[in-house]
């Protein structure tokens, strides 16, 4: 009987052990929390917003900005009439006005350069005076323009910066390279000027961070019979950047878009984007 008991203690007591293991909780690795790196800023394109503002955002996204290339003396009567239709709908604050200083050096000489063009000069000052940005759009403007070494970029932008400086347009904070072209050696220059580098895909900041962006041109010479078309395929794409959180620019070119359907394209766009209950 003495036995008998000692073996049923034993038993109890194992029993006692057995349910404390099985209740304790299981031993789970600490969970390695993924750390989503702060987008850097955007020169001022876009302001720094809470969750609570993006996520109203998405519901009711601002109208993209517009970046109007080529602004120079020589497309004069074009900008005004591009002008005329963005003034339409109150857009001075969402349009970026991409300068050139001197345009086509190789075959005008000094003929358009800013300088010889106060006229036009005061009007970019008016103009900004009404919320139009002016940011700079290479030096020359010619073929290829930043394709080049970096002591021909550092040259073409201490020339430029120093002209726009000069004329009353300091403190510039976006570069659009003509016709796109870059180099590692030219986008190094440019980014040592303090400037962040528009392309059609990418925000590329001073500090070399990249942001993705949709910026695409519609307007290239286009019918009027073309319109519609177009506009469906920018609109199509307009809303498909806003699902998926990427800013959107429309780029535009004096001269082009004031052929045919162009005007009538950007009227037509801007009279959506701003009436959302429209896209």
């Given at each position: 009987?003495?036995?008998?008991?000692?073996?049923?203690?034993?038993?109890?007591?194992?029993?006692?052990?057995?349910?404390?293991?099985?209740?304790?909780?299981?031993?789970?690795?600490?969970?390695?929390?993924?750390?989503?790196?702060?987008?850097?800023?955007?020169?001022?394109?876009?302001?720094?917003?809470?969750?609570?503002k993006?996520?109203?955002?998405k519901?009711?996204?601002?109208?993209?900005?517009?970046?109007?290339?080529?602004?120079?003396?020589?497309?004069?009567?074009?900008?005004?009439?591009?002008?005329?239709?963005?003034?339409?709908?109150?857009?001075?604050?969402?349009?970026v006005?991409?300068?050139?200083?001197?345009?086509?050096?190789?075959?005008?000489?000094?003929?358009?350069?800013?300088?010889?063009?106060?006229?036009?000069?005061?009007?970019?000052?008016?103009?900004?005076?009404?919320?139009?940005?002016?940011?700079?759009?290479?030096?020359?403007?010619?073929?290829?323009?930043?394709?080049?070494?970096?002591?021909?970029?550092?040259?073409?932008?201490?020339?430029?910066?120093?002209?726009?400086?000069?004329?009353?347009?300091?403190?510039?904070?976006?570069?659009?390279?003509?016709?796109?072209?870059?180099?590692?050696?030219?986008?190094?220059a440019?980014?040592?000027?303090?400037?962040?580098?528009v392309?059609?895909?990418?925000?590329?900041?001073?500090n070399?961070?990249?942001?993705?962006?949709?910026?695409?041109?519609?307007?290239?010479?286009?019918?009027?019979?073309?319109?519609?078309?177009?506009?469906?395929?920018?609109?199509?794409?307009?809303?498909?950047?806003?699902?998926?959180?990427?800013?959107?620019?429309?780029?535009?070119?004096?001269?082009?878009?004031?052929?045919?359907?162009?005007?009538?394209?950007?009227?037509?766009?801007?009279?959506?984007?701003?009436?959302?209950?429209?896209?």
């Open positions: 009987m003495r036995r008998l008991g000692l073996v049923l203690v034993t038993i109890g007591l194992l029993g006692i052990i057995v349910g404390s293991i099985l209740r304790s909780p299981p031993n789970i690795s600490p969970q390695i929390k993924e750390v989503s790196h702060p987008r850097p800023q955007n020169e001022g394109i876009h302001e720094s917003m809470t969750e609570e993006e996520e109203k955002q519901n009711s996204p601002e109208p993209p900005l517009v970046f109007v290339h080529d602004v120079t003396p020589y497309y004069f009567d074009d900008l005004r009439e591009i002008v005329a239709v963005l003034d339409e709908y109150n857009y001075s604050n969402r349009t006005l991409f300068v050139i200083p001197v345009f086509d050096p190789d075959h005008y000489g000094d003929e358009w350069s800013l300088r010889n063009h106060p006229d036009f000069v005061e009007y970019l000052h008016e103009l900004q005076m009404r919320g139009y940005r002016v940011e700079l759009h290479g030096y020359g403007h010619t073929y290829h323009e930043f394709n080049c070494s970096y002591e021909t970029a550092k040259e073409k932008l201490d020339n430029a910066t120093a002209m726009m400086t000069s004329l009353g347009f300091g403190n510039l904070t976006l570069f659009l390279p003509p016709a796109w072209a870059l180099n590692n050696e030219s986008l190094k440019i980014l040592e000027h303090n400037l962040t580098v392309t059609p895909d990418w925000l590329i900041f001073p070399g961070t990249r942001q993705r962006i949709w910026n695409r041109e519609y307007t290239w010479y286009i019918e009027r019979n073309e319109v519609e078309g177009r506009l469906s395929v920018a609109l199509h794409d307009y809303r498909k950047a806003i699902e998926e959180g990427i800013p959107f620019y429309l780029s535009v070119h004096p001269g082009v878009i004031n052929y045919g359907g162009g005007l009538e394209f950007l009227r037509e766009f801007l009279d959506t984007v701003c009436r959302p209950e429209k896209s």
